[in-house]
């Protein structure tokens, strides 16, 4: 089993920058790839962006490329989102996922954590 529980989220103006966290316990963290997701209200779960385990290779939904970075720190079993540019349309409860591929489809996941809100105002 793998624990996640993800920190960082709140109120931010349009334009601003925020830094998700997602501690991990549990397993050993390096051997999982480990991705961001989000849902908005009324809306499907995303994709956002992954990171692998093996290389750290990242992979960003079109609609953050450039403006997120996913991050991994193994021997603090965290992984990260950098968020800046926000906008809007980012609004949505962000969860962390960890699995074997690094994969943009939620099902390739085993483990998730409880999400974060994060709200970004015009």
């Known amino acids: 089993q793998v624990q996640l529980v993800e920190s960082g989220g709140g109120l931010v103006q349009a334009g601003g920058s925020l830094r998700l966290s997602c501690a991990a316990s549990g397993r050993t963290f390096s051997n999982y790839a480990m991705a961001w997701f989000r849902q908005a209200p009324g809306r499907e779960r995303e994709f956002v962006a992954a990171?692998?385990?093996?290389?750290?290779?990242?992979y960003y939904a079109d609609s953050v490329k450039g403006r997120f970075t996913i991050s991994r720190d193994n021997a603090k079993n965290t992984v990260y989102l950098q968020m800046n540019s926000l906008k809007p349309e980012d609004t949505a409860i962000y969860y962390c996922?960890?699995?074997?591929?690094?994969?943009?489809w939620g099902t390739g996941y085993d483990y998730w954590g409880q999400g974060t809100q994060v709200t970004v105002s015009s």
């Open positions: 996922a960890a699995g074997k591929w690094a994969t943009k």
């Open positions: 990171i692998r385990a093996s290389d750290g290779s990242e």
